[in-house]
């Protein structure tokens, strides 16, 4: 077999070609070790978020108003655990184990998404997590179905397929509330209130402060950016709170002639606190996660040795 | 910290949307042996019906082309036109063909 050596240049040369041209880039091929990087880290913390996602929702579980909204909100949540599994094994394509993403989370070097460190305090927080907080995730996950990543992209694709239902279930909540007593309209009220903030800081620091954006958008990583999605998400949801009585909680909000929103900004002081560890429920989270793991730990090790003796 | 890796091995999934349908690559699961691998892959590739067949297989038992050789390894098949109806000049009026 007789194959020419290309130097590093000419396949960083094809590897762009083939990203300029919309074709993806699969497994085996050639890449930049900076895009492999950015993979590893972006798909890796998408993972962990919908696995860590799960502990705000399943709180909720035994405490559902009715035997119908417990059924739903399971499946909600198994879903969520599904999308963390079809993404470990996306970002295990690029070399690394599941063991190993796992490691870092616990390590605290693999991060997730800061919105599942604030608690879920009421029913009516079922209602705002599916509504906005899925919502936003759709948001981004649409856009990244058309990531350059073969494994990364097909894995948005089925993802996508499962939250609309994600999405309506929470907006129904949210809906019947509004419908109900003055007390559940406080409620759902009061839960759009604090969610609101979280969940448009879920899209990211401002294009300007986000220093990887300008690689991703090149290789098409990611294929919009952040104050783009957010942008879209905002205009999109306003009109939904007041399709049904609720009230978003930004003083400034204006609609603009051509249907777009003007608002406030972020408190950023918050959400660095948050990224940096200092939000309502990081430290449960995470040992709460910890704890599972370990816990569950003789049962991957005697299962181990059952599929040595099946061998 | 652990640094064996327990997680059981790694089985590709392939899932067969209808009777007669091919079976197409749907992503990957862990699992320690075929019946938790057949289960996981349902769990976690089936919630709504995507399927009637279901298959997996260690992943470590697939055998790819390596992307760097496909330039030659598909080369037998360039110089065959013949094997394509269009290489055929058909005479003037011939019909179901
Ligand atoms: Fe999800
Ligand atoms: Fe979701």
């Not at chain 1, 000419?10 to 993806?24: A, R, S």
């Not at chain 1, 609101?196 to 899209?203: C, N, R, V």
């Amino acid at each position: 077999m007789e194959t020419t050596k290309k130097s590093e240049k000419e396949l960083l040369l094809e590897f762009e070609e083939k990203i300029n041209g919309e074709q993806k880039i699969e497994p085996l091929d050639w890449m930049p070790e900076e895009y492999r990087q950015h993979l590893i880290r972006q798909i890796s913390q998408h993972a962990h978020s919908e696995v860590i996602g799960m502990q705000p929702e399943g709180n909720w579980i035994t405490r559902a108003p009715s035997l119908k909204s417990k059924k739903v909100l399971l499946a909600k949540i198994q879903d969520e655990g599904g999308h963390g599994l079809y993404l470990y094994s996306a970002a295990e394509t690029l070399g690394v184990t599941r063991d190993q993403f796992i490691q870092w989370l616990h390590e605290g070097k693999s991060k997730y998404a800061s919105v599942f460190n604030y608690a879920a305090l009421t029913w009516a927080d079922m209602g705002a997590i599916g509504w906005l907080v899925d919502g936003a995730a759709i948001t981004n996950q649409v856009s990244l179905q058309r990531t350059s990543y073969g494994p990364y992209s097909r894995a948005m694709v089925r993802i996508c397929k499962e939250e609309s239902f994600h999405q309506r279930q929470g907006y129904k909540i949210m809906q019947n509330m509004m419908e109900g007593t003055k007390d559940q309209q406080e409620m759902a009220q009061d839960a759009l209130n604090r969610w609101w903030w979280p969940a448009l800081m879920m899209f990211g620091p401002h294009d300007g402060d986000s220093p990887r954006t300008n690689l991703a958008m090149k290789w098409k990583i990611k294929r919009e950016t952040n104050d783009q999605l957010r942008e879209k998400f905002i205009n999109k949801t306003i009109p939904q709170a007041e399709l049904i009585g609720l009230k978003v909680p930004d003083s400034n909000l204006e609609l603009l002639t051509d249907g777009t929103y003007k608002h406030s900004d972020i408190n950023w002081d918050e959400f660095w606190q948050v990224v940096n560890g200092n939000g309502p429920c990081n430290q449960q989270r995470l040992a709460h996660h910890i704890k599972v793991h370990n816990d569950g730990a003789w049962v991957r090790e005697s299962a181990m040795l059952t599929s040595l003796i099946e061998e | 910290m652990s640094t064996t890796d327990t997680q059981g091995e790694l089985w590709e999934v392939f899932i067969q949307s209808k009777a007669g349908q091919p079976f197409k690559h749907a992503g990957a699961i862990h699992a320690y042996d075929r019946e938790m691998a057949i289960e996981n892959a349902r769990d976690t590739y089936t919630r709504r019906g995507e399927g009637t067949g279901l298959w997996v297989v260690k992943s470590k038992h697939i055998v790819s082309v390596q992307p760097n050789e496909e330039g030659y390894f598909f080369d037998p098949a360039n110089d065959k036109v013949y094997r394509h109806p269009t290489f055929y000049d058909m005479p003037e009026g011939v019909k179901n063909m």
